[in-house]
């Protein structure tokens, strides 16, 4: 394999479980990720985060290294506090053909 791209693809074709697991860890990585960047874009480091949350700067390094998975009210606030929202889509569902 020759890229991260590659190896995820290669572990979601392995079966229906392995692609749900690949899934959950890329939505996980891109919350986790707009945190760190709107946090880095307010110029906050994360003990200032952690400050205005109201929890421990070692949550926020945590939640920021992917070793903890916050519980919604944590995310929320978090992002709240981030002035970001969480939003929720359904999956597109497969288009019908004729």
Not at 60 to 71: F, G, L, W
């Amino acid at each position: 394999m020759k890229t991260w791209n590659d190896y995820k693809e290669y572990v979601k074709s392995i079966n229906a479980d392995e692609k749900k697991n690949m899934e959950e860890i890329e939505e996980m990585a891109a919350i986790v990720g707009a945190l760190v960047q709107q946090r880095n874009a307010l110029g906050l480091s994360q003990r200032e985060l952690a400050a205005r949350c109201g929890m421990p700067q070692s949550s926020i390094a945590r939640i920021e290294s992917c070793k903890t998975a916050p519980n919604l009210d944590t995310l929320l606030k978090v992002m709240g506090t981030l002035g970001l929202k969480l939003s929720v889509a359904t999956p597109e569902q497969p288009k019908a053909t004729a």
